[in-house]
């Protein structure tokens, strides 16, 4: 396979468009795009949903895109603000929508490679928010990279073409963007397919046990 046929989705941002965090997701899915994978974004409007109900089964146009590309997608970047300590109530309404992937023969993120990024006013919010992340993607079943990218907006700014004020964080932005991108290109090649039979081949034998 080439690496266009692969999709990394983009989830994240706020209510409003062009915040930092949306711009510094924008910023990380324009990196992957030039490892030549394409992207898509879920972000600003195409994440004010309605709050995710188990017990109905109707879902918006946006839910359903959004659940869609999940189910398509190769590999993530996930990118939240920091509010009040913690990942965006809109970002985990977000997330709790991979709920209605319960069922799939791929559940959730399972196998795919997830890039975290977190924006807040200050430090200690930016790392906790990143870690807080990073703990819903694993119960989620995806795979942090290991690099994951918290942001100081105190310190850090993007201006209106999306370029960082800060060479560390842009720089740290288009390494986790290679990480996603090769742990897809890595994951799809015939020693990843080795690898997917052997979680299955545990996951059997801890069914049998
Ligand atoms: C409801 C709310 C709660 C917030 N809580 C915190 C916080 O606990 N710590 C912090 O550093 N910043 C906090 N912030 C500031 C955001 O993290 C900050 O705006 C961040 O840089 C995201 O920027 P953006 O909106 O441009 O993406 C909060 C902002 C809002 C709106």
């Known amino acids: 396979m ?3 046929s692969f999709l990394v989705l983009g989830i994240g941002g706020t209510t409003r ?10 910023a990380c899915l324009a990196a992957v795009r030039g490892f030549g994978v394409k992207t898509e974004l879920c972000s600003g409007a195409d994440l004010e949903l309605p709050l995710y109900s188990p017990e109905d089964p109707g879902r ?14 190769d590999g993530l970047i996930i990118a939240s603000p920091g509010y009040h300590g913690s990942i965006s109530g809109l970002v985990k309404n977000a997330l709790d929508y991979t ?4 069922s799939d023969a791929r559940i959730y993120f399972d196998g795919l490679p997830v890039g975290c990024i977190a924006c807040a006013h200050g430090w200690q919010a930016a790392s906790g928010t990143l870690t807080a992340l990073r703990s819903v993607v694993h119960s989620l079943r995806g795979w942090p990279t290991p690099l994951g990218v918290a942001i100081n907006t105190a310190e850090t700014r993007f201006d209106g ?3 960082c004020t ?11 963007a290679a990480q996603v991108v090769d742990f897809v290109t890595t994951r799809r090649s015939g ?3 080795t690898m997917a039979s052997s979680v299955s081949a545990a996951r059997t034998m801890a069914g049998r046990a």
Not at 166 to 176: F, P, V
């Open 60 to 73: 918006s146009p946006s839910a359903q895109r959004l659940v869609e590309l999940v189910r398509r997608c």
């Open 17 to 26: 468009s062009n915040s930092s965090t949306e711009l510094a997701l924008r």
């Open 99 to 102: 709920e209605d992937l319960r």
């Open 191 to 193: 020693s990843s397919q």
């Open 161 to 163: 073409d999306g370029a």
């Open 166 to 176: 800060n060479a560390a964080t842009a720089e740290h932005l288009k390494i986790m």
């Open 2 to 4: 080439t690496k266009d």
